[in-house]
């Protein structure tokens, strides 16, 4: 099995920097996404191949990679952005995809 | 755009199969690859697999060999059977584009899951 570890919560105030933490070990030779889920509603992609955002994305979402940790940063985070999180990546061989256990973003 | 429908009874018994449909509109099923993906009430994502409409399928191994995906080119629907449910499948079940671009190599570039249904709630009890 292959497993992505997060952080459960993050806080920040509005207009702070928010960043989110993604680990697994396959992360050096893997992609990894980031999905925003807000309550009651499907995943929506926020970033893809670790820093590309698609279209549509606010550019204060951003995405970068440090081998093992992935990282989703909020800059200027607005009340809006509060929701949960979630990494996703595969295993080594590409075969497993998995999702992070999730953040929950609050923004105080 | 490209939208996407489940559907499917809300309720199965433990030890049946679970059936669920996904109608994409906007564009055929011949044009990408498909997944669906699971939600436990109160907890995180889990990837169940993707496919192509030509057969071509991925699947978490977790799920054994109780997960089957399909397509139906002429009604222009994905579909998922997941058998021998237990309460452990109760669930928020998705179905999502699984976006990317075949390379020359037959490689597969990955540009993630970029649009996803509404989900369809799935409750596994007697």
């Known amino acids: 099995s292959y497993e992505l570890t997060q952080p459960p919560s993050v806080s920040v105030s509005p207009g702070q920097t928010a960043r989110i933490t993604c680990s697994g070990d396959?992360?050096?030779?893997?992609?990894a996404y980031w999905y925003q889920q807000k309550p009651g509603q499907a995943p929506v992609l926020v970033i893809f191949k670790d820093s590309e955002r698609p279209s549509g994305i606010p550019e204060r979402f951003s995405g970068s990679n440090s081998g093992t940790v992935v990282t989703l940063t909020i800059s200027g985070v607005q009340a809006e952005d509060e929701a949960d999180y979630y990494c996703?990546?595969?295993?080594?061989?590409?075969?497993?995809?998995?999702f992070g256990g999730g953040t929950e973003l609050t923004v105080l | 755009q490209v939208q996407l429908q489940e559907s499917g009874p809300g309720l199965v018994k433990p030890s049946e199969t679970l059936s669920l449909t996904c109608t994409v509109s906007g564009d055929s099923i011949r044009s990408y690859y498909w997944s669906w993906i699971r939600q436990p009430p109160g907890k995180g994502l889990e990837w169940i697999g993707y496919m192509y409409y030509s057969g071509r399928t991925k699947h978490n191994p977790s799920l054994k060999s109780r997960v089957t995906m399909s397509g139906d080119t002429s009604k222009n629907q994905i579909s998922l059977k997941l058998t021998s449910v237990t309460a452990a499948d109760t669930a928020v079940y998705y179905c999502?584009?699984?976006?990317?671009?075949?390379?020359?190599?037959?490689?597969?570039?990955?540009?993630?899951?970029?649009?996803w249904g509404q989900g369809t709630t799935v409750t596994v009890s007697s």
């Open positions: 396959a992360l050096p030779k893997q992609s």
């Open positions: 996703q990546s595969a295993d080594s061989g590409g075969s497993l995809w998995v």
């Open positions: 999502a584009r699984w976006f990317g671009i075949e390379g020359m190599d037959s490689s597969f570039h990955f540009y993630g899951m970029d649009v």
